[in-house]
């Protein structure tokens, strides 16, 4: 190595030297340390004890962590489908050439610009069982018992996960940017042989835009077992909203079962992962690529 490239590459390493420190202090150190502190028995105050694998052999007994577990399955098999399923409805209707068009794609993702917490408020009002102004509407049309969504159990979760559809906003504008994407002439070919608009979509615009919903569908597989903020502070009836990030979070900072907590968030990555590859595997016939 020549000296002016030994000066330009540790110009270049001190460039990134601020992400690369930042990296390791607050990413790669904290992911090491979870790995011990998860056979350790820790309190944050005091050292770390070594007790093997008593974290994750507690779990099999902890009737709270299957609760959690529960929680959170049921709401991503409500939440998820619900909201790709609308976030694709939207995109198709905003992808319309009509007047105004970039005045309702402004409405609809605007929500998404809104804090997590400020959000969960709003709707923590909207949905009170009592003077909520959604029941004051639902009254109005004639529904004298509307639900009591968060204070009923059995609504808890169905109107998380409708909240979980006011933020759709990102996922809509992936799908728009796919949906320009979609060629032109094999749409027009379609039309050409007389195929009706639900044809078009089924057998044109969805495997054109497949690796998207993909995506689309990954994000929200790690984005719903990680859920937290609009549920923390929501709330549910009868524990219906422990989900698996808010009982980690009480046994890390309120029970200061840091190995417990620590040993639940690496059982939720191989969750995470699992849970990928299965979709992964399940998806290989009907994502189709460019040049497939």
Partial sequence: MTP???????????????????????????????????????????????????NY??????NVFWLSVYNTLVFNLIALPLSLVSALALALLLNQPVRFQ?????????????????????????????HGILNQALMAV??????????????????LALVSLWGCG????IYLAALQGVPRSLLEAAMIDGASAWRRLVHVTLPAISPVIYFNLLIGIIGGLQVFTTAIIMGGAERSTLFYAIYIYYNAFEYRHMGYASAMAWILCLLIMALTWLASRASRGFVHYQGD
């Fill in 4 to 54: 002016g490239e030994r000066r330009r590459t540790w110009a270049g390493l001190a460039f990134v030297s601020p992400w690369l420190v930042g990296f390791a202090v607050f990413t790669l150190y904290p992911v090491c340390a979870s790995i011990y502190y998860s056979f350790c028995d820790y309190d944050v105050l005091s050292p770390p004890v070594w007790v093997g694998t008593l």
């Fill in 57 to 62: 052999s507690d779990m099999a007994t902890d």
């Fill in 102 to 130: 970039g005045v309702f794609r402004a409405i609809y993702y605007l929500p998404s610009l809104v804090p997590a917490v400020a959000g969960a408020m709003v709707w923590l009002w909207i949905l009170n069982g009592r």
């Fill in 142 to 159: 004639g529904i004298s018992r509307p639900p009591l969504w968060l204070d009923d159990p059995d609504w808890a979760k169905p109107s």
């Fill in 170 to 173: 990102n996922t809509v504008v």
